[in-house]
């Protein structure tokens, strides 16, 4: 309302223009992010490594690159405005709101990963069979971390937030990224058979880890608990109630001389009411 007038936004051109906007939004995050982590981080780095076969160094960067992402960038656990919208404000099913979008992450990683696992893992000679399991085996991990998350909330009660990560897990981000790039400064890196059978362990996993999330039936209960934090900040029933209380405060006259002849509670009673 301050730049555009407010009949623009009932104008079907723009509409329709936004949701152009958002789909070519939606393909760039989908990809070529993907495709930037895989070419800086991975395929990138392991050029500066010659000491060890080129697919050994590709895998295992990958390999220890990936447990860091599974808990540091777990999708279910943001907790973004539109899912305090949906949920909280709106009263949307929370279970059915949580599975769709995060189904939906887990799609958009596969699909976004593998053009570019197939090209960058060719270019260093690992066979194609694994760079079409790269992916899965990347939201398998995914998968497998948010369901330890939602079964520690099961046992105890406490609700993860990627966004506040405990001490341990930058503690173990530390030294998941010294076990990805510092062996194979010295030529070391975990054999291409041992990635693979780890990579297989973690689909299914994985696996095993979305039955378990689609059958979990606390999803409203936890997300009250994530979303607390923006109860008093975007409510707008707070504001409204902030809005009232500010309104009667300065309704009050702050005039000192105003008095009364009364005693006890009368004379209280009087001077607020004259007040």
């Known amino acids: 309302g301050r730049i555009l007038p407010r009949k623009v936004y009932s104008i079907q051109f723009f509409k329709i223009f ?6 070519i939004w939606e393909i760039i995050s989908a990809f ?23 697919d050994s160094v590709f895998l295992h960067i990958l390999f220890f690159l990936t447990m860091i992402g599974a808990y540091m960038n777990t999708y279910m656990f943001n907790p973004s405005n539109d899912k305090y919208y949906a949920m909280i404000l709106m009263r949307m099913n929370a279970r059915e709101y949580t599975l769709s979008n995060y189904g939906y992450d887990v799609i958009k990683v596969i699909v976004g990963f593998m053009p570019f696992t197939i ?11 694994i760079c079409i399991l790269i992916p ?23 609700c993860t937030n990627e ?16 076990a990805a790039y510092g062996p194979v400064y010295f030529g070391l890196a975990l054999p291409v058979w041992l ?11 994985g ?59 009368e004379y209280l009673n009087e001077l607020f009411i004259k007040r």
């Open 195 to 205: 990635v693979l059978i780890l990579m297989v362990l973690m689909i299914g996993t």
């Open 32 to 54: 070529f992010g993907k495709f930037l982590y895989l070419v800086c981080m991975v395929t990138g780095i392991s050029l500066l490594y010659e000491k060890a076969p080129q």
């Open 136 to 158: 899965f085996f990347i939201a398998g991990a995914k998968l497998s971390v948010a369901w330890l998350s939602l079964r520690r909330y099961k046992l105890t009660g406490k």
């Open 207 to 265: 696996i095993f880890a979305a039955v378990k999330i689609v059958s979990f039936d606390e999803y409203r209960e936890m997300y009250q608990i994530l979303l607390a934090d923006k109860q008093n900040g975007v409510d707008y029933r707070e504001n409204v109630k902030k809005a009232a209380q500010d309104q009667s405060r300065k309704a009050i006259s702050q005039d000192i001389t105003i008095t009364s002849r009364r005693k006890g509670f």
């Open 163 to 178: 966004n506040l990560p405990a001490r341990v897990g930058w503690v173990m981000t530390g030294i998941l990224l010294a």
């Open 119 to 129: 090209m960058t893992g060719l270019s260093r000679n690992v066979p194609v069979m």
């Open 18 to 23: 936004a949701c152009i906007l958002a789909v």
